[in-house]
């Protein structure tokens, strides 16, 4: 490990968030998360394990673009506690991962293929099952990397943003402005814009993140998340992302989405139409009270629920 860049000794800004979630999944000295790094084309992935070695599966969390691995790290530790074990990584440019060149030349793309490339790595280790559970627009994320790799059995999604819409670009801006003319700049003018960072509070409605406004202001002041400065190439190339595979073919694994009810960042309106759209088999569970970071009851017992259930169902049908 690198000593010099780890959560549970030199960052502990992510200690802040606990207080928000039940005692029982809160992170704390005895129970944290191990640190490892994985090597990804030149550069260091940060890794966030819950280590559970009976674990028929194994669940790999994609955060979001206010997010990073640690943050969501009690989701983990609500699965954990039945026994499953999960991974978290942190995408550079969010949380400690760095590239080599720096994260500036990053695109969406490479988002995509890292966790493909981490999804087959981690299938090779220890030949356990993986299932992707993305937050946030880390759902459509687990989408395209479920679509292209045929290690992946399940697919959890709180949110389908499917930045292909405009309507969906829209709801993510924080005006009309950024969301049609600034996509507008960007793409007439890579070789000048590519480079240039903005904390991605500054593109989105990034005060919607959580319903509880003090929960809100942490994560737009976390530097290792919301307040991380990304380069608008990766915010380019997000916005012009179109699924490999469109939902009416997708037939790779079963979907669970778990949307909040309560959601004024994504509402769940913009993901019915990609969520109805789906060819495999799917389940739909609405979490009564929950906002778009999901701390919130009965919401968050209902999204411990549904998730438990999908697993042990997953977890039947490939032991047969």
């Known amino acids: 490990m690198n000593n010099q860049r780890n959560y549970n000794n030199n960052s502990s800004y992510w200690e802040s968030y606990q207080r928000f979630f039940p005692a029982e999944i ?25 280590l559970a070695p009976e674990s028929p599966l194994k669940i790999v969390l994609v955060h979001g673009a206010g997010g990073n691995g640690r943050l969501f790290a009690p989701y983990g530790k609500m699965l954990q506690k039945y026994g499953y074990e999960m991974l978290a990584p942190d995408l550079p440019p969010y949380g400690l991962s760095q590239l080599s060149p720096p994260s500036k030349s990053i695109r969406y793309e490479d988002w995509i293929q890292l966790l493909v490339d981490l999804v087959e790595s981690e299938y090779k280790r220890d030949g356990k099952p993986i299932v992707l559970l993305g937050a946030s627009i880390g759902g459509m994320l687990a989408y395209h ?24 670009r829209l709801q993510l801006a924080p005006n009309k402005y950024v969301a049609v003319y600034g996509k507008w700049l960007m793409d007439a003018c890579p070789i000048l814009l590519d480079s240039f960072r903005l904390p991605v509070s500054k593109v989105s409605r990034m005060n919607l993140i959580a319903n509880h406004p003090e929960l809100a202001q942490l994560i737009m002041e976390d530097p290792r998340a919301a307040a991380t400065r ?26 669970l989405l778990v949307h909040p009810e309560a959601d004024p ?9 990609f969520y109805n759209r789906l060819a495999c088999p799917k ?8 906002g778009h970071f999901p701390i919130e009851q009965p919401g968050l017992e209902q999204l411990s629920a549904a998730v438990l259930q999908f697993l042990a169902n997953l977890a039947s049908s490939t032991a047969k």
């Open 283 to 290: 389940k739909l569970v609405l979490l009564e009270g929950a």
């Open 145 to 168: 990397v479920a679509a292209r790799s045929p290690y992946v059995q399940g697919l959890i999604a709180t949110t389908f943003v499917d930045t292909s819409d405009a309507a969906m």
């Open 230 to 255: 990304v380069p608008l190439k990766l915010l380019r190339t997000f916005l012009n992302m179109t699924p490999e595979v469109q939902p009416e073919n997708f037939n790779s694994c079963p979907v």
């Open 265 to 273: 960042m994504t509402p769940y309106a913009f993901s019915e139409s």
């Open 26 to 50: 809160q992170l704390k000295e005895n129970n944290l998360p191990t640190e490892e790094w994985w090597q990804w084309n030149n550069g260091e992935i940060h890794l966030d394990r819950l």
